[in-house]
């Protein structure tokens, strides 16, 4: 069975600073990691992916991923925050290949502080 | 490239009322899921399509709820009998091919009164 854990359910950074959200996975089989950012009353964007290549991703907007198998972990980082970058980002986990649905984390609220 | 998209917006109806939401993916994609979001919670997984075919149910997809994709193009989410409880944001996702990252549209927004 899949599962995703988001620590911090809210994070504040000052503009400029460095970002970093984490997400730790558990699965059954080889992982396919995702994170999604959402803005208020909107769906979910896709920011990056990680589908068993590279183990560092380079997403959008600057941000970048790295998957730990060791650790579990598929934290998302971004060297210096925009005011722009103040949304939900959710991580997800899917079975790769194998998937039929994503199972999404309870989301982690990043605010941006001028 | 047109993306996602879903109709409604927004629907408020009142409890016992029957809704249904309208959700149009991506042209070439042959893969259709649907998801509710509640306040502070990430998407759950109700149902998905692969072209017409309806594959797969989440056990939170009770008897009230039926979604169909006719034709394997557009696809419907029917709420029967609604309740308190539904209200949520509805989202639905497309995708090419199994596994493959999910497209997400802008979501219904539900109100149950």
């Known amino acids: 069975a899949q599962s995703v854990t988001q620590l911090g359910s809210h994070v504040s950074v000052s503009e400029g600073a460095l970002v970093l959200l984490r997400c730790n996975y558990s699965?059954?089989?080889?992982?396919?990691l995702f994170w999604y950012v959402q803005y208020p009353n909107q769906g979910l964007q896709l920011l990056l992916k990680?589908?068993?290549?590279?183990?560092l991703v380079k997403g959008i907007n600057g941000f970048e991923a790295e998957f730990k198998k060791s650790e579990t972990s598929f934290h998302l980082t971004k060297p210096s925050a925009h005011m722009s970058d103040a949304a939900e980002y959710f991580c997800?986990?899917?079975?790769?290949?194998?998937?039929?649905?994503?199972?999404f984390g309870t989301g982690t609220r990043l605010t941006v502080i001028p | 490239d047109t993306g996602v998209s879903q109709n409604p917006r927004h629907k408020i109806t009142k409890r016992g009322q029957n809704v249904t939401f309208r959700c149009d993916p991506i042209?070439?994609?042959?893969?259709l899921y649907w998801y509710r979001q509640t306040l502070g919670q990430g998407p759950e997984f109700l149902t998905y399509?692969?072209?017409?075919?309806?594959?797969?149910k989440s056990r939170l997809l009770s008897d009230r709820f039926s979604a169909e994709r006719p034709k394997g193009s557009f696809s419907t989410l029917e709420i029967q009998r609604t309740e308190q409880g539904d209200s949520a944001m509805y989202l639905c996702?497309?995708?090419?091919?199994?596994?493959?990252?999910?497209?997400f549209g802008p979501g219904t927004r539900l109100t149950v009164t």
């Open positions: 996702a497309s995708s090419l091919i199994k596994g493959a990252e999910q497209y």
């Open positions: 699965s059954s089989v080889p992982p396919y």
């Open positions: 990680y589908t068993s290549a590279a183990t």
């Open positions: 997800a986990v899917s079975e790769g290949t194998g998937a039929n649905n994503l199972f």
């Open positions: 042209s070439e994609h042959n893969r």
């Open positions: 399509f692969q072209n017409e075919a309806q594959l797969e």
